[in-house]
């Protein structure tokens, strides 16, 4: 939530595309959408979450899957290379939206579920939302997010306010609300934030990882 990092660029994530004295990471072009390479800041929490990865990612080893073929699979798939991997210690691919849909379940965020509102995109609107809203250089999201054009940057802005003007609107007692959305609800994200500790997010992280 606080990179606006696509879902391919955080499956393809390796620890040598982090810069470890400047606290940030590289999107390399062929994980990128626009195939162009940009680098992202990564906040306190989660730069310390990656270091922590990395020295966990010294123990990592092949795990044996109850078929012969599988185990087969699991070992060519192997990395201790990349920062997010999955029980198997192979890259998380598919499996990464499930176990977000979980950890949203937990939040109490709802719609986060198959076909649902919200989903790892969702992350990205809340980053450009709550980075513009509470007065970021939008030229500098744009170049964060990867975005060809600073007009999308603000479109994406302007969908994400408009839902917030739908809630407002939801939030009198006798109005009644309909339509998609596909942004996290602001209140969700800050209760979410306001009653798990540090430690909990990491917990939480490491279910992504």
Known sequence: MTTG????ELVEMLF??????LHEVTIRPRTAKSHKARTVPLCDEVYNYIVELRERAKDRQPVKA???KQTAQQLANFSRDHVFVSKANTPLKNGLLRRFYRICQRAGIEDACRNGSVDIHSLRMT???MAIGNGADPKNVQDILGHSTLAL????????????????TAAIPFATM???EHVIPMQ????ARATNSVATQSVRLQELA
């Open 188 to 191: 969700k994200v800050c209760a």
């Open 127 to 129: 980053y450009t939302t």
């Open 178 to 180: 309909s339509g998609s």
């Open 153 to 168: 940057t603000m479109n994406t802005y302007t969908k994400a306010t408009n839902s917030g003007k739908r809630h407002a």
């Open 16 to 21: 040598s595309d982090v810069d470890f004295d």
């Open 66 to 68: 109850s078929s012969a």
């Open 5 to 8: 990092i696509r879902h391919i």
